[in-house]
Protein backbone atom coordinates (compact mmCIF):
# COMPACT_ATOMS: atom_id res chain seq x y z
CA UNK A 1 0.00 0.00 0.00
CA UNK A 2 1.68 3.46 -0.81
CA UNK A 3 2.15 5.67 1.97
CA UNK A 4 -0.11 8.88 1.71
CA UNK A 5 1.34 12.58 2.86
CA UNK A 6 -2.04 14.67 3.41
CA UNK A 7 0.67 17.76 4.22
CA UNK A 8 -0.25 20.48 1.69
CA UNK A 9 2.85 21.96 2.62
CA UNK A 10 6.20 21.22 0.89
CA UNK A 11 8.72 19.26 2.94
CA UNK A 12 12.49 20.83 2.52
CA UNK A 13 15.65 18.85 3.76
CA UNK A 14 18.27 20.82 5.32
CA UNK A 15 22.03 20.24 5.00
CA UNK A 16 23.80 20.04 8.26
CA UNK A 17 24.97 22.89 9.94
CA UNK A 18 29.02 22.76 9.13
CA UNK A 19 28.44 20.06 5.96
CA UNK A 20 29.69 17.22 5.45
CA UNK A 21 31.48 15.13 8.00
CA UNK A 22 33.43 12.58 5.72
CA UNK A 23 34.55 9.07 7.88
CA UNK A 24 38.22 8.63 8.56
CA UNK A 25 38.30 5.10 6.15
CA UNK A 26 42.26 5.58 6.64
CA UNK A 27 41.99 5.53 10.32
CA UNK A 28 44.50 8.90 9.79
CA UNK A 29 42.84 10.89 13.05
CA UNK A 30 42.68 7.61 15.09
CA UNK A 31 45.42 8.33 17.86
CA UNK A 32 43.84 11.89 18.58
CA UNK A 33 40.77 10.51 18.81
CA UNK A 34 41.91 7.32 21.00
CA UNK A 35 43.85 9.57 23.48
CA UNK A 36 40.22 11.65 23.82
CA UNK A 37 38.34 8.56 24.30
CA UNK A 38 40.64 7.30 27.01
CA UNK A 39 40.73 11.20 28.81
CA UNK A 40 36.79 10.79 28.82
CA UNK A 41 36.96 7.33 30.27
CA UNK A 42 39.45 8.18 32.67
CA UNK A 43 38.19 11.97 33.73
CA UNK A 44 34.46 10.44 34.07
CA UNK A 45 32.83 12.11 31.16
CA UNK A 46 34.47 15.32 32.12
CA UNK A 47 34.91 17.45 28.83
CA UNK A 48 36.30 20.10 30.08
CA UNK A 49 39.44 18.06 31.05
CA UNK A 50 39.74 16.17 27.71
CA UNK A 51 39.40 19.93 26.13
CA UNK A 52 43.03 20.03 24.19
CA UNK A 53 42.80 16.23 23.22
CA UNK A 54 39.42 17.26 21.20
CA UNK A 55 41.25 20.42 19.66
CA UNK A 56 43.87 18.02 19.00
CA UNK A 57 41.19 15.71 16.73
CA UNK A 58 39.47 18.29 15.17
CA UNK A 59 42.82 19.98 14.11
CA UNK A 60 43.86 16.70 12.82
CA UNK A 61 40.47 15.94 10.76
CA UNK A 62 40.67 19.86 9.41
CA UNK A 63 44.26 19.31 8.16
CA UNK A 64 43.73 15.91 6.19
CA UNK A 65 40.36 17.54 4.56
CA UNK A 66 37.73 15.49 7.09
CA UNK A 67 36.01 18.27 7.81
CA UNK A 68 35.87 22.04 6.70
CA UNK A 69 38.56 24.36 8.14
CA UNK A 70 37.39 26.75 10.95
CA UNK A 71 38.24 28.59 13.23
CA UNK A 72 39.18 26.89 16.44
CA UNK A 73 38.06 29.97 18.29
CA UNK A 74 34.83 29.69 16.80
CA UNK A 75 34.24 26.24 18.08
CA UNK A 76 34.74 26.81 21.48
CA UNK A 77 38.41 26.63 21.63
CA UNK A 78 39.20 30.58 22.56
CA UNK A 79 40.67 31.23 26.06
CA UNK A 80 37.30 32.99 27.08
CA UNK A 81 35.34 29.92 26.57
CA UNK A 82 38.23 27.70 28.30
CA UNK A 83 36.23 26.22 31.75
CA UNK A 84 38.56 26.45 34.83
CA UNK A 85 37.56 25.31 38.42
CA UNK A 86 34.74 23.52 37.12
CA UNK A 87 32.97 22.15 40.52
CA UNK A 88 30.81 19.08 40.06
CA UNK A 89 27.37 18.86 41.82
CA UNK A 90 27.83 16.31 44.59
CA UNK A 91 24.02 15.54 45.35
CA UNK A 92 24.60 16.44 49.00
CA UNK A 93 20.82 17.14 49.15
CA UNK A 94 19.54 14.10 47.93
CA UNK A 95 22.07 12.13 50.05
CA UNK A 96 20.57 14.45 53.37
CA UNK A 97 16.87 13.21 52.03
CA UNK A 98 15.79 15.81 50.11
CA UNK A 99 13.29 14.97 47.14
CA UNK A 100 12.05 17.94 45.24
CA UNK A 101 8.32 19.16 45.48
CA UNK A 102 7.58 17.45 48.97
CA UNK A 103 8.46 20.92 50.46
CA UNK A 104 5.04 22.23 48.21
CA UNK A 105 1.85 22.43 50.76
CA UNK A 106 -1.13 21.31 49.47
CA UNK A 107 -2.38 19.90 45.97
CA UNK A 108 -1.88 22.16 43.02
CA UNK A 109 -4.48 23.28 40.89
CA UNK A 110 -3.96 23.31 37.28
CA UNK A 111 -4.24 26.86 35.06
CA UNK A 112 -8.15 25.86 34.24
CA UNK A 113 -8.96 25.35 37.93
CA UNK A 114 -7.89 28.57 39.55
Not at 52 to 67: G, H, I
Not at 70 to 86: C, F, I, W
Not at 95 to 103: E, F, N, S
Request: charged share 35%; proline share 4%.
Amino acid sequence: MASMNFSSAKQTIKPPQRGIFPLDHDAECKPFKEKYLSCLKEGGDKHHVCRDFSKDYLQCRMDRNLMASEDLDRLGYSKEAKVEKAVEYDKSKEKGGYVAGKHIDGRMKWWFQR
